[in-house]
């Protein structure tokens, strides 16, 4: 398996969302990494990722690889952060391996109970067809684009990141698979046993158009002991487009023990 590893100090488990690719994240890698270790990988059934994929095994094949990361570093446990989609691998992630599990952040994480609405289910019927319409689907971030950097700002993100989108696409079959991975998958149940340190974060609730923010505050009625915070003028994008801020407040949580015992505004 192809793993990244960078920085030194609190090792934190970076797991990207639904588009499978590690180097959408890279300005996170490289914001986390001046705060602590961070490894991260694209998701096992990326071409690129060179992990074991078991297609018969489905959604727990994404667990498998994190114990895959850990081992393959020689790590006992770490602290595990999910962005959107990763957000819900790395949660069962915490349910079914606790012990690897020193502390759990999610960002803009989809909840248990998620399921395609009706844009989501248009994409599912043919999405290498329907990738054009996905694009531009992509403009409703631009408004969470302009409240983070500016418009010149929020320009020159944008062009940046299409260009790395462009160099590291995604499969949009791909992208569908991992949907329909879901499809009568209930985790509540597991994950309501989850009692590892917890940090949730979301994005503005007026900004996130992709995760609801209210969807994933579903998180902090199953955990009452989790942490909470806001990364300020940014939505779905936050790590990427606020890395900085990100890593300032992932970095110090996975580094303190038993952080999560008692809910707390971070922001």
Not at 101 to 128: N, Q, T
Not at 140 to 145: A, C, T
Not at 174 to 184: E, F, I, N, Y
Request: net charge positive; glycine share 8%.
């Amino acid at each position: 398996m192809r793993i990244i590893d960078q920085g030194s100090g609190t090792p934190v488990v970076l797991v990207p969302g639904i588009q499978g690719r590690w180097e959408w994240m890279r300005p996170t890698v490289e914001a986390l990494a001046r705060r602590c270790r961070v490894l991260t990988f694209s998701l096992a059934d990326e071409p690129t990722s060179g992990a074991a994929f078991d297609a018969a095994d489905g959604f727990a094949s994404y667990l498998r690889q994190i114990a895959d990361a850990l081992d393959a570093r020689g790590l006992q446990h770490a602290a595990i952060c999910g962005i959107s989609y990763g957000g819900l691998i790395a949660a069962a992630f915490a349910a079914r391996m606790p012990e690897r599990v020193s502390a759990l952040v999610l960002m803009s994480a989809i909840p248990p109970s998620w399921r395609p609405d009706r844009r989501v289910r248009l994409l599912l019927k043919a999405p290498r067809l329907l990738s054009p319409l996905f694009c531009i689907n992509s403009l409703r971030l631009l408004p969470e684009i302009v409240a983070a950097r500016g418009l010149a700002g929020g320009l020159a993100f944008a062009a940046v990141h299409v260009v790395r989108v462009l160099a590291h696409p995604f499969s949009p079959r791909l992208m569908a698979q991992r949907v329909r991975r879901l499809d009568g998958l209930d985790l509540t149940p597991e994950l309501a046993r989850v009692h590892v340190p917890v940090l949730v974060l979301t994005g503005e609730a007026g900004l996130d158009r992709v995760v609801p923010v209210e969807h994933t505050r579903e998180y902090l009625r199953l955990w009452p002991h989790a942490a909470e915070g806001v990364v300020p003028r940014t939505g779905h994008l936050a790590p990427v487009i606020r890395p900085d801020l990100f890593a300032a407040l992932v970095a110090p949580f996975a580094g303190r023990s038993g952080a999560g015992a008692e809910r707390r505004h971070v922001v």
